[in-house]
Antibody
């Protein structure tokens, strides 16, 4: 059973960038999609984008176009999400989640989440 | 793009049945599958319903999903409520470009 293990919490200054990793443990994700979803404190879920690791093709929510980059390293079964030009409103828990093979928009499993705090 | 609108909160007593709605603002609810996720405080979301009405293994049959094209809405119904069902529930779907949309979430209180 695959698990997604994310990197640890980050504290960043406004204007900087953050890169969060998501490693598939107990399986591979090459034939699936990896999605990134964030949740601001006390708020709902917000989809940021996805990558198909086997094709190295990513697409992004319009809101984050130009500011987010999602990549994947098939050799290590690790996906990355980099968000640039950070502002206080980017303070959130960032989750990775695998999209199903037959149902790419069904997210299961999810990583444990990575808290990113943007603080001056 | 479209929005998915959920009630902010619902509450019901243990043993009862509750239904959470998710209304699509434009386009047909039947155009793209709807998923439902449960999120307990401090935890990652988990799936309770996928593809409108399918339950992943391990999810009790007290959870069911449906769609109603006439009202362009999806529903999550939980019967025989237990205190452990208290959580936030999110519906999710996607558009023709495979861009994902989440509902705003519904806080379920079992009291």
């Amino acid at each position: 059973q695959v698990q997604l293990v994310q990197s640890g919490a980050e504290v960043k200054k406004p204007g900087s960038s953050v890169k969060v990793s998501c490693k598939a443990s107990g399986g591979t994700f090459s034939s699936y999609t990896i999605n990134w979803v964030r949740q601001a404190p006390g708020q709902g879920l917000e989809w940021m984008g996805r990558i198909i690791p086997i094709l190295a093709i990513a697409n992004y929510a319009q809101k984050f176009q130009g500011r987010v980059t999602i990549t994947a390293d098939k050799s290590t079964n690790t996906a990355y999400m980099e968000l640039s030009s950070l502002r206080s409103e980017d303070t959130a828990v960032y989750y990775c989640a695998r999209g199903g093979n037959q149902s790419p928009n069904w997210f299961d499993p999810w990583g444990q989440g990575t808290l990113v705090t943007v603080f001056s | 793009n479209f929005m998915l609108t959920q009630p902010h909160s619902v509450s019901e007593s243990p043993g009862k049945t509750v239904t959470i709605s998710c209304t699509r603002s434009s386009g047909s609810i039947a155009s793209n599958y709807v998923q439902w996720y449960q999120q307990r405080p401090g935890s990652s979301p988990t799936t309770v319903i996928y593809e409108d009405n399918q339950r992943p293994s391990g999810v009790p049959d007290r959870f069911s999903g449906s769609i109603d094209s006439s009202s362009s809405s999806a529903s999550l119904t939980i019967s025989g409520l237990k205190t452990e069902d208290e959580a936030d529930y999110y519906c999710q779907s996607y558009d023709s470009s495979n861009h994902v949309v989440f509902g705003g979430g519904t806080k379920l209180t079992v009291l």
